[in-house]
């Protein structure tokens, strides 16, 4: 296999970054979809009563972390066919775990004399949660979601493989035909858009952090 | 103001009750004191009154109504509390955790800025210094003084202290113990104190409650319980010391003999104690000056004389 610089080129700069928005929407919606599921049940999964069910609810998000997503996508074949809806639902199953598994322990990390004292001075229990809990608990959180994120621009490639588009057309293109031009340039912007989406948490991470937890 | 009336607790798969028919009231203006050893039940005593915990059986009035008819949170709000770990908000700076049940409770803004500086102050820290801080910049002894102007912020009538000075090293201790007490002068509150030690009991409490496995075991004034302990485990707990712990408590006066003119053979001019001071101060200073007899003087008029003859009996009537 020779590699043509040309080709290389062509599909760096006129090709590959056409599947960006396609394959940053691939990302961003069952990342999205996976926070709003994730972050309600970790929180759910804290609170007194709903603890004991904690065990059970993290053995099916584990469960959805090994099963591989083309194999999610077969599950749902019958239901739900080929093509973006498949795809997306994988990918959100796929990313729910790191979230949730985040948001549990940061919210099992808050000192217990924390709650205890907020609750004495007369905090209601959504009090304690909005004022004290959750802005202790946004640096794991927000790694949680890191997590995620970076996990999605990589699996997200494999949509290509069900007709769910994005930067995966352009790689499994460069695999069919033995073009290692093709699978390195959707490779770079993969990692790229992986990098950058890190930062761009991070970034609003920071600005969610409590100042005494800053620059730690 | 708080009564307790046959309280009881049990813990899930708790093979005794943590509280068993406990009943006692604390008077309005008065430290109460819960003293014994731990497993007594007296920290599940607290936090029953602020329903932090939910009684089994009995009832708990503060001021007359029953707090089982209360909104917990609201309750709280009237009830400060202070806890040995602190618990400071670690997020929000001294001066925002101080301000933090004013907030609740939706106070003007200056008026809660306000509050805080005089608390700050009022507990002997620095406002503008300290103010800015988060609790993880403050010595112990700072944080333990935070928490106490936290819990002192709405100027609720009642206070809880769970060992709220147990965490700090004794020099510490004895100086916040004695703040506190110079700060209760002026702010009068009715307090429910919590403690494993029996000194801080004596030295903080108007009134003890003195708990084992969960019953109440004997209440008192704290020389009512010295000069009268109950049973072999309150004199066990009030330790080997207790003649001497009487005698802190007795004031010089309450034991002299009156006269008005110096005797002979009456220590010097230096060796002197005023009536209101306590026995165990004359004892200090007998011995000091190797003598027998010391003069008892309001202000500089000497009103009477104690001896150590007069002591000793003392001790031996009241203590058995």
Same mark, same amino acid.
């Given at each position: 296999m020779n590699f043509d610089m040309n080709i290389f080129m062509d599909s760096l700069?006129?090709?590959?970054?056409?599947y960006i928005p396609e394959h940053f929407m691939l990302v961003v919606i069952p990342l999205t979809i996976a926070v709003l599921i994730s972050l309600p049940t970790g929180i759910l999964l804290t609170r007194p009563g709903y603890r004991r069910h904690a065990d059970r609810v993290m053995a099916f998000f584990n469960a959805g972390q090994t099963i591989p997503p083309l194999a999610i996508i077969a599950i749902f074949f019958p239901f739900?066919?080929?093509?973006?809806g498949p795809a997306v639902l994988a990918l959100t199953i796929y990313a729910l775990l790191p979230i949730a598994r985040n948001t549990i322990a940061a919210l099992s990390a808050v000192p217990d004399d924390v709650r205890e004292a907020a609750r004495g001075m007369g905090m209601t229990p959504g009090e304690v949660l909005l004022r004290v809990e959750l802005p202790l608990s946004v640096p794991i959180i927000i790694s949680g979601i890191k997590t995620s994120a970076v996990l999605t621009v990589s699996t997200a490639v494999l949509a290509a493989l069900v007709?769910?588009?994005?930067?995966g057309a352009i790689i499994f293109a460069g695999i069919n035909f033995f073009r290692p031009e093709l699978i390195l340039a959707g490779t770079i912007y993969i990692g790229l858009m992986a990098v950058l989406l890190e930062r761009l948490i991070s970034l609003a991470g920071w600005f969610l952090t409590p100042a005494h937890l800053k620059g730690t | 103001m708080i009564r307790l009336d046959h309280i009881t607790k049990t813990f899930p798969d708790? *093979?005794? @009750?943590? *509280?068993?028919?406990v009943s006692f009231h604390v008077n309005k203006g008065n430290i109460c004191i819960l003293v014994? @050893?731990?497993?007594?039940g007296k920290t599940t005593i607290l936090r029953m009154i602020n329903r932090l915990e939910e009684p089994d059986g009995g009832d708990v009035l503060v001021d007359g109504r029953n *707090?089982?008819?209360?909104?917990p949170s609201a309750l709280r709000r009237t009830i400060g509390y202070v806890i040995q770990?602190?618990?400071?908000?670690?997020?929000?700076?001294i001066e925002q955790n101080v301000a933090l049940v004013p907030e609740l409770l939706k106070w003007p803004r200056g008026k809660i800025r306000e509050r805080t500086m005089d608390l700050l102050a009022m507990v002997g820290l620095e406002p503008g210094e300290v103010?800015?801080?988060? @609790?993880?910049?403050?010595s112990g002894g700072q944080m333990q003084r935070v928490g106490v102007a936290r819990a002192l912020a709405a100027d609720p009538p009642i206070m809880l202290m769970d060992? @709220?000075?147990?965490? *700090?090293d004794p020099i510490v201790r004895v100086r916040l113990q004695d703040e506190f007490l110079r700060l209760q002068q002026t702010v009068k509150k009715t307090i429910c104190f919590v403690t494993h030690d029996i000194n801080e009991a004596i030295k903080m409490g108007d009134f003890l409650v003195i708990l084992k496995q969960g019953r109440l075991v004997q209440t008192g004034s704290p020389l009512e319980i010295l000069t009268r302990p109950a049973d072999d485990f309150v004199l066990s707990l009030l330790g080997d010391d207790r003649g001497v712990k009487i005698l802190d408590l007795t004031r010089s006066e309450s034991l002299m003999t009156p006269t008005d003119t110096l005797p002979e053979?009456?220590?010097?001019?230096?060796c002197r104690v005023q009536t209101v001071q306590p026995v165990k101060i004359a004892l200090e200073m007998m011995m000091k000056n190797n003598a027998d007899q010391i003069g008892v003087w309001r202000g500089d008029e000497i009103v009477g004389r104690l001896s150590w003859n007069d002591i000793k009996t003392h001790v031996n009537r009241v203590s058995g």
């Open positions: 700069l006129q090709r590959a970054p056409g739900l066919g080929l093509g973006y007709g769910g588009k994005g930067m | 708790a *093979v005794r @009750p943590a *509280v068993d028919q014994g @050893p731990s497993g007594c *707090v089982r008819e209360m909104d770990q602190i618990g400071l908000l670690p997020h929000r700076t103010g800015h801080k988060y @609790p993880h910049q403050l060992e @709220p000075f147990g965490a *700090v053979g009456l220590c010097g001019n230096g």
